[in-house]
């Protein structure tokens, strides 16, 4: 993918960003992870502005040696996503969303992929993971890979784990969005302990909100259910070519 300059944002841009980092710090500092939390400040995030993606990239580089990369592609079918992990690059989508729909974007936007993604791939253990992520996926077919996606959706996105025996957000779809995190908490939302089979029998669907989620003991289980995953799908043998 040809890489393309990173986009100046608008000062009114910049103010929908402020008016959501504000209101989600908060709570992000009292439920989220602490992988989260670090990282966050390993980038220098800040509330005033979007961040410069360009400095933010190098930054990333001397951290873990991964890239980012200004996309267009808001929600796409997981190829390019995949492929862009597996050569260690991260997509950027450069959206924002407007200021009326604060609360719930469909599409992920400027601020779930900046806020919500990327404190966590200044840890190079978790870089490291969502390069392998993207190296495992591609060697499936799309309709093959389907669980696949289930198990991102559950862990990266929207797992929980435990901290000092307290729970804490896991997910970057948790972490920036100010609703979902709320209700995630609530009795609204069962949260049980990661199993495999329990999460294979869900059907995730981005746009609804989920009534079950799942517990991590740590990252190193979130880790070890990409290989559980592997063990139940593994990939097809290459087919030997005839000469
Ligand atoms: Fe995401």
Redesign the pocket.
Known sequence: MASRPFKQFSPAEDEIWRIMYERQLPQVERHGTRLWLDGAQMLGLQPERIPDFARLSERLQELVDWKLVSTDIQYSDGQDWFEALARREFLVTEYIRDRDSIDYTPL?DIF??AF??LPFMAHRRYADYLQRFGQEAIKFKKDERRSLGSLWWYS??FGFTWEDGVLKALG??LMSSYGELQRALTDEVQRVPYSLDAFERIDPSPHRMHGTLFIFESLDQVVASLDDWLRVHPPREAVPQTI
Do not use: L, Q, R, Y
Request: charged content about 20%.
């Open positions: 992920p779930h992929d919500g993604h990266i996105e970057a779809g």
